[in-house]
């Protein structure tokens, strides 16, 4: 029986391991918001990521993974509020993903198939701006910290402090080819719908230098307020009404974990 019972278990773990794949991912991340609401794509920088997928059957899989990339928006000089940021954002998602066309290892399968995935993300980011010191120098400065929009002021005390850890939800399309029993490759660009408008520290209206300078500094009102000429109390500075969004397009290679383990205990007893 206890024979019965490992080999039983060694089966499972096999086909487990036999329907699941380590995924390597390399592309672009991009934002979209209150400093680039007309782009689709706007500045695109580098993302990666990793995760393993398990395939359900020839329709279904669940992928668990991580990403990481930056997202930014600069306005040029001659635009009224001349804002601009940058955020690295680290994300781990839960996916769920459906093949449009029976795909797998198995001869009667499809070699290559269409495919729409959506779950859900938490992810972590960092508003950044490049400050000028009097002294000429420059440094990337944390914004959140500096509450720009008043947040947490005796003036505006419902204005909270924005949370840096957020929950998203990701969705999106790719197609996905078979190249061998043990190899896939995967081209896939997804969405994100954040529940923040704070991706780029811009939301609501202009405070005042003189409220900025008295309760946080001099470089939260110089980075509050970038224009030529300053704003007046209670103009607008974002649009509190839509969230911003980021996305990831990107190009995986999946190797199956059956195969990934077995060479790597072959190279181990070699050894």
């Known amino acids: 029986m206890l024979l019965l019972a490992s080999l039983t278990a060694t089966a499972q773990r096999t086909d487990l391991l036999s329907r699941s794949e380590l995924v390597l991912t390399g592309g672009g991340m991009n934002y979209l918001g209150d400093l680039n609401d007309q782009s689709a794509f706007g500045e695109v920088h580098a993302g990666f990521g990793a995760g393993v997928r398990c395939r359900l059957d020839n329709r279904w899989s669940l992928r668990l993974g991580g990403s990481y990339g930056?997202?930014?928006?600069?306005?040029?000089?001659?635009?009224?509020?001349n804002l601009s940021f940058?955020?690295?954002?680290?994300?781990?998602s839960l996916l769920a993903e459906f093949n449009f066309r029976p795909f797998g290892p198995g001869a009667t399968e499809s070699q290559w198939t269409p495919y729409i995935f959506g779950g859900v993300a938490v992810f972590h980011f960092g508003p950044e701006a490049l400050y000028e010191a009097p002294d000429g120098s420059t440094s990337w400065v944390a914004l959140q910290p500096l509450c720009t929009e008043g947040q947490g002021t005796t003036t505006y005390p419902s204005r909270r402090s924005y949370p840096l850890t957020q929950l998203a939800m990701p969705f999106g399309v790719g197609v996905r080819w078979r190249l061998s029993k043990n190899f896939s490759l995967t081209a896939e660009y997804g969405f994100r719908k954040t529940w923040t408008d704070y991706l780029d520290d811009v939301s609501t209206t202009y405070v005042g230098a003189d409220l900025l300078t008295a309760?946080?500094?001099?470089?939260?009102?110089?980075?509050?307020?970038?224009?030529?000429?300053?704003?007046?109390?209670?103009?607008?500075?974002?649009?509190d009404s839509l969230d911003d969004w980021y996305s990831y397009f990107n190009l995986s290679v999946g190797l199956n974990l059956n195969m990934l383990f077995g060479w790597m205990r072959s190279k181990r007893c070699r050894n």
């Not at 930056?70 to 509020?81: F, G, L």
């Not at 940058?86 to 781990?92: C, K, L």
């Open 215 to 239: 309760e946080y500094g001099n470089q939260s009102a110089a980075l509050a307020d970038r224009s030529d000429m300053p704003n007046a109390v209670g103009i607008k500075r974002g649009d």
């Open 70 to 81: 930056t997202v930014s928006a600069s306005e040029d000089w001659q635009e009224w509020r």
């Open 86 to 92: 940058r955020s690295r954002i680290y994300e781990g």
